[in-house]
């Protein structure tokens, strides 16, 4: 009897719970006790660590997670140029590329390719070239295993020269491969230019470089994306320079697929750094600069003379604003070089309004609020009650105030460069002689410069005399022709 009280209380004691989860407890029928000595079973008392649950959503997303390895740095440069080399797996927005995936097929990654700049090369010269099919033939005959003939020369000096910064690709000749539903269909052409591939190849070029510029948390592959921009530079060069477009889509290069982002006529602006690098690797070779660069004046200067507004003079000014690290401005040397900046020396009866008519800044400062010089504004006035007629000369007034604040930063810009400012002074002083018949009593109008663009002139002379000493300057200086 003593036995199987015994018993019983060892019993009870390990059906005692020790775990959260209950179970049903059964019914435990009489069992028949054996005489022979039975020893207690051990008691397992459970552990802090297996008595705690764990929810299974919560366990299987870190298996998840620890199941999922990094993303390869292919496939991260491939996600940003918006390119694929796995057909099947082509996200929306990508484009697939059939010779870069044959290329990996036939070769490992690691043995196909120098380093990853040439990788980059490759993927973005085939995208480009399945912009348009003929762009093919042109590739077949530029592109060999180094750097194209076109572009070897405009390699920033910081960038190897190497056969590691290689853009050669197997080119996609005719009928090689289908090219059908490989257009561009993100960017629209701007307005005013033609739908060809220099507009295409610019956004693409751009919305890449926007992309790598936005990937430089990784330290590991921050080199690997400053080298990708580089790249996307060099091929924004070979795009701007006519190489890519055999076609010749941009008008015998009267404008500038540039222009629509400087004036953001229904395109987004230039990435930040963008233009600056660009004007950066064109810098040391100034045929390509002027080839680049002269139909973006050229473009916006005539865009001023048309419609009379504030975005082609802030385009104009963001360009001459960009200051290398030698403390060179390539774009203002470009602009006073050329024969449009002052078309005649000396001056003659009827010099001034040519000045203001064929000269490159002459529509710049003709801006004017005065009824006839700009019809615009007497045909808003005309038969509009006193309240508004008077909201439209306040918008004159501040427009015309802006206007006049950036015709300062602009001769500002230009004077600050050394090597300009001579001839930007030659430039005021040619002015202001073919204007001085003004004092008389009778003068001809149409042999002189408007009333508005002299109103703006002498605006910009003000402002760039508000901070002269005038201790500091020669009293003698109207007189003295050296001095001039």
């Not at 008389?440 to 002139?457: K, P, Q, R, T, Y």
Request: hydrophobic content about 35%; aromatic content about 6%; overall charge negative.
């Amino acid at each position: 009897e003593m036995r199987r009280k015994r018993l019983e209380r060892l019993a009870g004691s390990v059906s005692t719970p020790s775990k959260p989860v209950e179970k049903p407890t059964e019914k435990v029928e009489p069992m028949e006790v054996d005489p022979s000595p039975v020893e207690p079973a051990p008691v397992h008392t459970p552990t802090q660590s297996s008595a705690r649950t764990i929810p299974m959503s919560q366990a299987t997303g870190s298996a998840k997670r620890r199941a999922s390895p990094p993303e390869s740095t292919l496939a991260v440069l491939c996600r940003l140029l918006r390119v694929s080399v796995q057909e099947s797996q082509t996200p929306p927005g990508a484009v697939f590329l059939p010779e870069f995936a044959a290329l990996l097929a036939d070769d490992d990654e690691s043995t196909a390719f120098v380093d990853m700049t040439d990788l980059v090369g490759q993927l973005i010269m085939e995208r480009l070239s399945l912009v348009k099919p003929t762009v093919g033939e042109l590739l077949a005959e530029h592109v060999t295993r180094g750097l194209p003939s076109a572009v070897s020369s405009l390699v920033p000096s910081g960038l190897s020269q190497s056969p590691s910064s290689s853009f050669s690709i197997s080119p996609s000749y005719p009928g090689t491969s289908p090219m059908s539903g490989n257009s561009f269909n993100t960017y629209s052409c701007p307005r005013g230019f033609g739908c060809g591939g220099q507009a295409e190849m610019l956004g693409y070029l751009a919305d890449c470089y926007d992309n790598l510029s936005a990937k430089t948390s990784n330290t590991e592959r921050e080199n690997i994306f400053l080298d990708a921009r580089k790249i996307v530079i060099q091929h924004t060069v070979l795009v701007l320079c006519g190489q890519l477009d055999p076609d010749g889509s941009s008008d015998g290069g009267h404008h500038s697929v540039l222009v629509p982002y400087l004036l953001q006529e229904g395109v987004r602006s230039l990435p930040s750094g963008f233009l600056y690098q660009l004007v950066e690797v064109l810098a040391a070779h100034p045929d390509s600069l002027a080839h680049v660069f002269v139909p973006v004046l050229l473009s916006l200067s005539n865009a001023m003379l048309k419609n009379m507004d504030l975005p082609p003079l802030e385009g104009l000014n963001s360009l001459l604003e960009i200051k290398l690290a030698d403390g060179q401005r390539p774009l203002c040397s470009l602009l006073v070089s050329q024969p449009q900046f002052l078309p005649v020396e000396g001056t003659t009866s009827h010099s001034g309004r040519r000045l203001q008519t064929k000269s490159l800044l002459g529509p710049f400062l003709s801006y004017s609020t005065f009824a006839e010089e700009n019809l615009k504004v007497s045909q808003q006035m005309d038969g509009q009650d006193k309240d508004a007629q008077a909201m439209v000369i306040r918008s004159c007034r501040t427009k015309l105030e802006l206007l006049r604040k950036q015709l300062f930063r602009l001769f500002h810009t230009l004077l600050r460069a050394a090597d300009c400012r001579a001839k930007v002074m030659s430039y005021i002083g040619v002015i202001l002689s073919a204007n001085q018949t003004r004092a008389n009593i009778h003068a001809s109008e149409l042999m002189l410069c408007s009333d508005g663009f002299m109103m703006n002139l002498l605006s910009t002379l003000q402002q760039l005399c508000e901070k002269v000493t005038v201790d500091k300057v020669g009293h003698a200086f109207p007189i003295l022709s050296c001095w001039h």
